[in-house]
DNA sequence: GGGAATATGTGAAAAAGTTATCAAATAACC
DNA sequence: GGTTATTTGATAACTTTTTCACATATTCCC
């Protein structure tokens, strides 16, 4: 359990690609697999694939591979998605209600229970089996509701606005999906997707053709 | 123009960043700043900034800095957003319509021009300005209406499905937000947008305290 | 049980990316 | 106009991440 070396980012973000590589094989009944199948499934090398799996022990047979319910689980656990999370969503407008009704999440283990919103007219309503309470009462709401992690998905202006009210709520994990930064205390880790950034990125690669590919 | 060495996909997402911090400091009416300032505004280091930007010539003036509205012109030339991009939209379902009502992107010079879905109900029907069509015809569709960028908000079964139309109708830029891997041509860039990995990067970090921050 | 085949885990090499340093260029000031 | 203070752009040092290569462990099959 006690890891020496520090784990890149990067490798966390490969873990959940396997973890989904994992259960595809999984569903197909597949029991062993291996580092070179698993990099031909998700596109990478096999020599990634065991170097990160490396960070975190020894899940492998030699001259065998892995067995996909083993190291599935093994890494479920290490990503810690091996339970359920509750998630509160702050701003159930256009993008917060897409996510509301998105069962997506629910089968990966993450279940918005609770969402916040400032609009007199959605607050005490009752969404996809959600209730919408006043973002102003979040830091009473959220200690009772055992809400871990917060989505934000309201406006850019009331963006840190909102962060705030959920870090006062207890949370220490967001994902937000507001453009621009947002200022939290340092045991708070803020994910943002920004999406205006993306099509940017294509715009780039559009406009500068033969840079990559 | 050319340009000898290969620009890291990191350098390209500060890009953006960079011309973020710089629009609001256009906004502010401020004339000139510095790699040292930007630097603090985006949260980098000035090195990194004044590197990033290397890679593409040189913007600043020795002893002043950067004029703020020359260098975001540079770089929004550089990343291809100094134009209008028209985007087609495939799934108009839950966060589709998102998409579709979100003015966001129009700002930034992203605008869904066109839309296409599987469903007989929403073929044929205009939402948001939008007219939605038939994804079968969007190879004949698409040639007309001048998109460029295509964004997938299908459900992932349907996703490469729905992606392959998009190719079809010429596109090689698409905008992914299915879970799991699409096969495209060589020529074609892909960038996927997997939220339920960001939730689970969270998952790592609430689970294992103290790795980061 | 032994030998061939296979695929892991790991240390070393290579590549990529980031940070630090500094000479050169420019502006501001007197 | 010359001196000083800045700040760039480039190079060098460093760090991180990826790839390579192979000894080692295990299975499979005869
Ligand atoms: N809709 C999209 O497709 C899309 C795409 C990219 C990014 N985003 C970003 O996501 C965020 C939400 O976008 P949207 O289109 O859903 O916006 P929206 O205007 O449809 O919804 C925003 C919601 O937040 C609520 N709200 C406003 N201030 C609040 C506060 N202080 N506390 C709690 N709730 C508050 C509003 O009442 C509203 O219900 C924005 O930051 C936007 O930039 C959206
Ligand atoms: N809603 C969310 O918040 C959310 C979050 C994360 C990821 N996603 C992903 O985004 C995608 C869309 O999610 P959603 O919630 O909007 O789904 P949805 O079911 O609400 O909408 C899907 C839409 O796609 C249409 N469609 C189905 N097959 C099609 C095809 N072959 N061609 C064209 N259109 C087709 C459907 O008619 C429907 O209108 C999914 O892949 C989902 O996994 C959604």
Wanted: hydrophobic residues 45%.
């Amino acid at each position: 359990m006690a890891r020496a070396k520090k784990i890149p980012s990067t490798t966390v973000s490969r873990l959940s690609v396997y973890v989904r590589a994992l259960q595809k094989l999984r569903n197909e009944a597949v029991v062993t697999t291996s580092s070179e199948k698993l990099a031909e499934q998700v596109g990478l090398t096999a020599a990634q694939i065991r170097k990160d799996l490396a960070y975190f022990g020894q899940f492998g047979v030699p001259g065998r591979g892995y067995y996909v319910e083993n190291l599935h689980n093994e890494l479920a656990m290490i990503l810690g998605i091996n339970r359920r999370w509750e998630v509160a969503l702050a701003g159930v407008g256009h993008l917060g209600y897409a996510l509301l009704a998105y069962n997506g999440f629910k089968k990966q283990g993450f279940d918005v229970v609770v969402a916040f919103d400032k609009d007199p007219a959605k607050i005490g309503q009752t969404w996809e089996g959600v209730k919408i309470y006043d973002i102003a009462e979040a830091r009473h709401v959220l200690p009772e509701c055992g809400a871990e992690i917060g989505i934000i998905a309201v406006p850019a202006a009331s963006a840190q606005e909102a962060c705030d009210a959920l870090v006062a709520g207890g949370l220490k994990s967001i994902l937000s999906f507001a453009p621009g930064r947002i200022i939290v205390p340092p045991d708070v880790t803020v994910k943002r997707v920004e999406l205006a950034m993306e099509l940017e990125w294509l715009s780039y690669y559009a406009t500068n053709i033969g840079e990559r590919g």
